[in-house]
Structure formats: C-alpha cells, structure tokens
C-alpha cells in the first residue's frame, strides 16, 4: 500500500469519542480495534519502548495516554513484548505513524491492536488530555468508535461512571501464570529463585538467567509449600496491576519468607507487598509514575538513575528515619527526585530490599541494572554465612 494509501485508509477511519469520568471529552478518529473499552486513563511519558508498554501486565485495566506525540514509527516485532499478549484496556494516541520503519517490523502498530480488539483513539490533543490527568488525577475513561460512539454524551458518560474504580481492584490472579516454568540460568548455574509472579515482564527473569540463576516462575496464588518445593536460594515478587491493599495472599506470603530468613526482592508491586509486610501502609497517587525517564535516588550511594517506572500506587514509610519493624529495623533506600516518594525499602537484620521501580529496563534506561548483582550478592553473602554456621557447629 502506498503512502497516499494509507493517509486516505486514515483519514476515513470512524470517528471515535473519548470520555472522562468528569465529562470531559476529546472527539478523534479510530486507531485499533473499533468498538468500545473502558479503564483507568493514565499517561505515559516515555518516547520509546511502546510495545513493551503494551505488553506489561501491570497495565491491565488502565487506558494508556502517550505523551510523545509521534507513536508507532518502528512498527511491531516478534522479540520485544513483555508477555503473550497486549494488556492495556485501550490506547491513546496523537498522530500515529503512517508508515512503520525498522529492520525488525513485521507489521503496523495500528493492525497488532486490531488483531488482538484493542480499541483505541487518535487524532487527539494528548498534551490537554495529560495536562488534564495532572491536576484532575487518573480517572475512569471510556473510549468508543464505530456505531458505539453514536450514542449521546451523556449516556456514554454513564456508563464510564458505572466501571469499577482500581482503587480497591485484585487483578494479579487474572495476569499471572497459571502453571509454574522455569527460566534456565544462562551458561553455568549459580543459584535457584523462585519467581512469584504477579504480573512478571519477560525481560525480568531474563536477566536473572543472565547472572547465572535459574528461575522457577511460580503463579500468583503460590503457597510457602510450593516455594519450598523449589529450594531456593532467593525468593523473588514481582511487578503486577491493581491495588496492593487487596494483596493479602501475597502479603501473607511474603512474611513466611522473611520468617525463613530465605534473602528476597521485590519489584514495584513486590515493593508495596514488602511493604505491607513491614507493617506499612499504601496508598493511591494522584496520577502516578510511568514512563522510562524517572529520577530516583540510591540513599545508600547517593547515586542518582534515570529509571523506568509504571505504579499509581506507593508505600507509606518514613522517609528519614529508620523504622522498627516486626522483622527488625527498615529504612527507606531509594526516593523519587521530583516528589519525594519512597521508591524502595531496605531491611537492615534480614537480607530483604525491593524498588519501585523497574531495574530490568523494558525498555527504558540500564542505571538500575545493578539491583540484580545486588541480589546475587545477597544470596551469595547468606550461603556464605549458611556454610560458617554449619563449620562453627562442627567445630
């Protein structure tokens, strides 16, 4: 199809309407799937990496606005997702790309979420709709193209406010594995983790494996048996969508590991779950952090990584004071620069930490690569100790 083709293919695309749950709406064209969705409108500031975007887990049930007007130009390949599917609940998008561009394409943006019903919107002011989403706060959001955005306004708006809010939602049991596997260590095999996945992106065991450790992905609802099973010498929780408050199980979990003094790490929503663990609180930002170029600083070097983020919730612990907990004393290791959050936690008597954010960088910048090294240092330094325990003993 030619150029002219397929400007003429998009500019006789349906209308399409976007709704917010404050009755503020932004008319455009169909991009994707034509129908209708619904979600939590959220933003994404980051320039690159939508296909992994789409692909994370940890954003199911949200509509995703991009920010970076110019979406689509590398088209879709078959190496970059995150998972098996596309798990945003709609797109929204300023001026798609025409023509997709890259040795690695293997079709349009525009026909991967047609083929899989993602319906989505273009054509639109991103920039009003993120300034809105800043000072209003993520909301619930309907988008509707085809015969199903010939309906009035004010019954479309209805609807919107009929959809259950993430405030309060359990979604990691519908993202995660229903079977365990295993993720072979690359080259030789150094140590054995077992994975609890909330929502796991690719790319997370993969650079596991790349340290030499085999990874036993285990499902959400995983038991202190099941992680037994699997004699780890690490336990890790992973990313994973919806609201930590509803995450007992795993909560639950969690502090059978820390009881076994088996070391552990946690990511973004593993961080809440730590969190919580601790006896901390969480609670819902305004409108959140994602995107691939969020500042955050290490407390225990002060470094600061340019880092990639996808959370709307954040734990509740003091920032500059070391904490008391049930499992010895905590501290708050790592801080968002642009507004304080605490984006990881640290236990000082037991080998425990996690971050907010995402260290597997997909995609997204490589400064926090070095949290996994971190994690094999303390599985490293606990086997260690495990051997001195043992030659004391003899002795």
């Not at 989403?133 to 919107?160: K, Q, T």
């Not at 072979?184 to 650079?207: F, Q, S």
């Not at 202190?224 to 007992?248: L, M």
């Amino acid at each position: 199809m030619t150029t002219a083709a397929r400007g003429a293919v998009r500019r006789t695309a349906p209308h399409a309407l976007l709704v917010l749950e404050d009755g503020r709406t932004f008319r455009g064209r169909a991009y994707g799937a034509v129908g209708e969705t619904f979600g939590e409108a959220v933003f994404s500031t980051g320039m690159t990496g939508y296909q992994e975007t789409l692909t994370d887990p940890s954003y199911h049930r949200q509509v995703v606005v991009m920010t970076a007007p110019h979406v689509g130009n590398t088209g879709v390949n078959d190496e970059d997702p995150e998972s098996k599917r596309i798990w945003v609940a709609g797109y929204v998008v300023r001026d798609p790309a025409r023509v997709p561009s890259n040795w690695r394409s293997r079709r349009s943006l525009d026909e991967e979420l047609a083929d899989q019903g993602v319906v989505g919107i273009s054509g639109i002011d991103t920039r009003a709709l993120t300034r809105h989403l800043r000072e209003r706060g993520a909301m619930r959001v309907g988008i509707f193209s085809g015969p199903a955005a010939e309906a009035g306004e004010e019954e479309l708006l209805a609807r919107v406010r009929e959809v259950p809010a993430m405030q309060g939602a359990d979604l990691c049991g519908e993202v995660a594995t229903d079977e365990p596997y295993v993720v072979p260590a690359i080259g030789e095999k150094r140590y054995t983790v077992a994975a609890v996945d909330l929502g796991i992106k690719g790319m997370t065991p993969h650079r596991m494996a790349e340290r030499g450790i085999e990874v036993h992905v285990l499902p959400a609802a995983a038991t202190p048996e099941d992680i037994d099973a699997v004699r780890p010498d690490g336990v890790f929780f992973s990313n994973g969508p919806g609201d930590p408050a509803t995450a007992d199980d795993a909560v639950a979990l969690m502090r059978g590991v820390l009881d076994r003094g088996i070391p552990l790490f946690g990511i973004c929503f593993g961080n809440q779950i730590l969190g919580r663990a601790l006896g901390f609180g969480t609670f819902k930002l305004k409108y959140g952090h994602r995107g691939i170029n969020q500042p955050v600083q290490d407390r225990t070097t002060g470094k600061v990584e340019i880092t990639a983020h996808n959370h709307g919730f954040a734990v509740d612990a003091p920032v500059d004071e070391v904490s008391e907990t049930p499992y010895g004393r905590a501290e708050v290791s790592h801080v968002c620069l642009n507004d304080g959050v605490v984006e990881g936690l640290r236990l000082l008597d037991r080998p425990a930490f996690s971050v907010q954010y995402h260290p597997e960088a997909a995609a997204g910048p490589h400064d926090a690569a070095y949290l996994f090294d971190r994690f094999v240092a303390l599985m490293r330094d606990n086997l260690q100790h495990s051997v001195n325990l043992m030659e004391e003993q003899r002795a």
